[in-house]
């Protein structure tokens, strides 16, 4: 049976984190607040997480385009090639925000993903997903939860998404209400930036 935690983004508690980033480290599933839709993540490292979510999404592992959500930039040079200081003035402008951007991947990503060149890296302006990173010490691996109908696409409300999601998943944490626009992705792994889908992030300031 799935848990369902009560965490405030203003001011995350810190023992609530603790007992998401505990189901983390056994290779459990979350879903979890961003600044943009609620999103079900694993720990990068839990081969057998990775999979239970491919399986969730009806997808082969090696080719889910997931996202990997970081604390902060520190993390970059984990998984992603050297970028050079354009780039990296980007992303420093930009994040935390509601972006996802496609980056070079380098010779670290973990084994599931090797086949892959590039990455989708997010830091979301969410206290709650923050500490969850900060607090386990590596990236989550993350996808959006899409409803199934067309016209909503996305769940906003977290007891509606642990009333559908409770068999599935190990925990969902009540963030608030979620937003219903998706990131802005943009692929920086070019010359240009590129601007793969229009969301909730500002497009203008590329």
């Known amino acids: 049976m799935s848990q369902f935690i009560k965490i405030y983004e203003d001011k995350p508690n810190e023992s609530a984190i603790k007992k998401v980033v505990d189901v983390l480290k056994n290779g459990g599933l979350v879903i979890y607040p961003t600044d943009t839709v609620y999103g079900l993540g694993c720990d990068i490292t839990n081969s057998k997480a990775l999979e239970r979510i491919a399986k969730i999404k009806g997808i082969k592992l090696e080719k889910a ?18 970028i050079d200081t354009s780039t990296f003035k980007l992303l ?22 090797k086949k892959k060149t590039t990455v989708g890296i997010r830091v979301p302006d969410n206290n709650i997903a923050l500490e969850i990173v900060k607090m386990l010490g590596n990236p989550i691996v993350s996808t959006s939860i899409h409803d199934e109908d067309e016209v909503l696409e996305y769940s906003t409300d977290p007891e509606l998404i ?25 692929d920086l792994s070019g010359y240009e930036p590129v601007v793969v889908r229009e969301g909730k992030g500002d ?4």
Request: include cysteine; hydrophobic fraction near 35%; charged fraction near 20%.
């Open 65 to 82: 385009n997931f996202s990997f959500i970081c604390h902060d930039l520190s993390n970059l040079s984990d998984y992603v090639k050297q």
């Open 92 to 113: 420093k402008r930009t994040l935390p925000g509601p972006y996802t951007f496609i980056l070079p991947g380098n010779n670290n990503l973990p084994k599931e993903f």
């Open 162 to 186: 642990f009333e559908k999601w409770q068999n599935l998943v190990d925990v969902v944490i009540d963030g608030g209400y979620g937003d219903n626009m998706g990131s802005t992705i943009i």
């Open 203 to 206: 497009v203008d300031i590329f």
